[in-house]
């Protein structure tokens, strides 16, 4: 994930106190101010909600159809080149 040392967003929320301290005390342990935890935590929970969407998982048969599609030559291969070519939703 790319970073920049100028911040150009503001992130606000509401939190219990003891969410706070649990946060500060996670924070302390790895050695980090509290809004970079967060952030990190925050980003790290995001790609990994976008990477369930990438990736699935068959039984045998289904998986054999699968490749069977896969074997195939390509209709389109434009939308192909397209799709590959475009960037992962956290590194936008």
């Known amino acids: 994930m790319a970073t920049s040392s100028i911040r150009e967003v503001t992130i606000n929320l509401r939190a219990h106190a003891s969410q706070k ?7 302390e342990v790895q050695g980090k101010k509290r809004t970079e935890f967060m952030l990190e935590a925050a980003c790290e929970k995001a790609e990994q909600v976008l ?3 990438t990736f699935f998982a068959l039984d045998e048969g289904r998986f054999k159809q699968f490749a069977e599609i896969l074997d195939k030559p390509l209709a389109n291969r434009e939308r192909l080149v397209k ?3 475009t ?3 956290w590194d936008r």
Do not use: G, Q, T, V
């Not at 301290?21 to 924070?27: G, H, K, M, N, V």
């Open 21 to 27: 301290d649990l946060i500060d005390r996670a924070a």
């Open 51 to 53: 990477l369930d969407k």
């Open 83 to 85: 799709l590959l070519s």
């Open 87 to 89: 960037r992962a939703p």
